[in-house]
């Protein structure tokens, strides 16, 4: 190799390192036998795991988190999923108005969001109620489930669902046999990424959660204004698994998809 | 089976868009979306704006709280900051954004280990990431450890709760979001372009500077706008990492929310959000930038 080759290939490198390293450091700390946050760790052990796993002060946010997720993820990817079919055949000036408003929650910044949610939900009491968490989580899972269902609707071929039609099929049975399971793949992309953006989520839990309905990030960031001991890193380790694996999922899936749409479209005279 | 299809056709052929099952079949679309929209007002958007409306008519109808503004030294200061802290980092991320799209697009078996590499970080949490600088960037972190063992400093430093722990770690974050677009403008380049180029005698710098780069803006203006609005908004990392005194404008915003001060967070919120639309408004007027945006949201 040229020096002109190996340059850019190390300052890529480098960036690369930069984005990978904290995250690595994060899950060794995690794995650490000492009682302070240290770097290299002296010893590797489990007892983080060990203090995350017998403390209920840590169970109960996660299984707080875990149950809003899940609702979260029934109830926007079931409006979601209704509403892109609609989007989708709107007159177009309409259909800029509901997209606006279904998408905006990917704009504002997160405390306008979650401040303008306190004040309402505050006034209806309800404040600190999983409830809460889970009516207002939706709102922010919803713009991912539609622009997912979305993208694999635009990948229907129309003549499908018309042959169908012409064949004699009632829209109920067109829409079950025919749409639902093209638009699939997309309807599961975006119920993964609600539950993410669910059990994630922090701004809005930090206003509305009280002390009735603390998810974990609420915890963990509750935990951190006193001390960053390495149970933390345990927490941050176990999430950066699982969201790494919904998300890998999901980005295989959406792949999948892609590949199987250009298939048949390239089919198609 | 075809005594079924010929009456359904016929009937279709037959039927005009006035007749009353049509107009019927028109409103499909608008009651599936109806329960969506309705959820979104209710749960979302009033009660953002009624937050949002205590700017004005508190304790009446008066434009008295944003008039205020013009000689408020601690909104100027924090707006300033504000604004400092994400040009700083969207020039960061473009930076050292633009190589890695480079280096992505160009990887051949490497290019899904670049992938993991960048989006792993991407699926990771804001709160987690700010969590790893701490731990990185603290008194006895590993920075100041290796600086100490370098011997490039003789006692630690401060770099926790200082702009520039801010400024990294929201550089680490919102890189991704700079470096997608980025990827997707280059993809899209013929690269019959470039080999015309090289066999025209162009240098590679040449090449980078005269065809790939130009092809490109249309990513870069898209992931620089992107970052540049998300990184206005951040509240988390700074709260976390950047220093007690400088405030971004999010910060102030929970501070007058806890001391419920309504009206000045509200017009607080209503200067940030104008700033993060109009920012949006302009960069779908750009070419190119508008359908390179909507593909990176997703």
């Known amino acids: ?269 | 089976m075809s005594e079924v299809v010929q009456p359904a056709s016929l009937a279709l052929a037959v039927t005009r868009p006035k007749t009353a099952p049509l107009n019927w079949r028109k409103a499909v679309p608008l009651l599936l979306a109806a329960p969506l929209l309705i959820y979104m007002l209710v749960f979302y958007a009033l009660p953002v704006v009624a937050m949002l409306l205590r700017s004005v008519n508190d304790p009446t109808w008066t434009l008295s709280h944003y008039a205020t503004l013009i000689d408020d030294v601690v909104f100027q200061k924090t707006f300033w900051i504000t604004i400092n802290t994400s040009v700083t980092v969207t020039l960061g991320c473009l930076i050292l954004g633009y190589p890695v799209a480079m280096g992505l697009v160009r990887a051949r078996s490497m290019a899904p280990f670049i992938l993991v590499v960048i989006l792993l970080p991407f699926w990771t949490s804001v709160l987690v990431r700010s969590y790893a600088w701490m731990v990185l960037l603290g008194r006895h972190g590993l920075v100041n450890e290796a600086l100490l063992a370098l011997g490039m400093i003789e006692r630690p430093i401060r770099i926790l709760n200082t702009p520039l722990a801010t400024q990294i770690a929201m550089i680490h974050i919102l890189l991704p979001y700079m470096i997608l677009p980025i990827a997707n403008a280059l993809r899209q380049i013929d690269p019959s372009l470039i080999r015309a180029a090289s066999g025209l005698g162009s240098t590679p710098f040449m090449t980078f500077r005269q065809v790939i780069l130009p092809l490109s803006m249309s990513g870069v203006a898209a992931g620089t706008l992107l970052t540049f609005v998300l990184a206005l908004g951040f509240y988390i990392t700074p709260a976390m990492v950047g220093g007690p005194r400088d405030i971004t404008l999010s910060m102030l915003i929970a501070q007058q929310v806890e001391q419920l001060n309504w009206a000045y967070a509200a017009t607080l919120s209503a200067v940030l959000l104008a700033t993060a639309l109009a920012i949006l408004a302009v960069a779908r007027k750009l070419p190119g930038v508008g359908n390179a945006f909507r593909t990176s949201m997703r």
């Open chain 1, 1 to 269: 190799m040229k020096l002109a080759q190996i340059l850019p290939a190390s300052v890529v490198g480098l960036i690369l390192f930069f984005l990978a390293f904290p995250i690595v450091v994060v899950a060794v700390v995690s794995f650490s036998s000492a009682t302070y946050l240290t770097f290299p760790p002296p010893a590797f052990g489990l007892r983080w795991y060990e203090a995350y796993f017998s403390n209920p002060d840590w169970l109960k946010p996660t299984w707080v988190s875990i149950w809003v997720a899940c609702a979260v993820v029934v109830l926007a990817t079931f409006l979601g999923t209704l509403a892109a079919l609609g989007i989708a055949r709107l007159p177009r000036g309409l259909r800029v108005v509901a997209a606006g408003l279904i998408l905006s929650p990917l704009i504002v910044p997160g405390i306008v969001v979650a401040i303008g949610i306190y004040y309402a939900y505050s006034r209806y009491g309800l404040v600190g109620t999983p409830i809460a968490m889970v009516l207002a989580h939706t709102c922010l899972a919803v713009p991912f489930v539609v622009t997912s269902v979305t993208a694999s609707l635009s990948g229907i071929d129309p003549r499908l669902e018309q042959a169908a039609l012409s064949l004699g099929a009632t829209p109920g049975a067109t829409f079950f046999q025919v749409t639902l399971p093209l638009i699939q793949p997309g309807v599961l992309v975006g119920a993964l990424f609600a539950f993410i953006t669910s059990f994630d989520e922090l701004i809005v839990a930090l206003f509305i959660s009280g002390t009735g309905a603390v998810t974990l990030p609420r915890r963990m960031w509750d935990d951190l204004r006193f001390q960053i001991d390495p149970t933390i890193a345990a927490v941050s380790t176990l999430t950066i698994i699982l969201t790494a694996a919904l998300m890998g999922a999901a980005h295989l899936l959406r792949r999948r998809a892609e590949r199987n749409r250009m298939a048949t479209s390239s089919a198609a005279p």
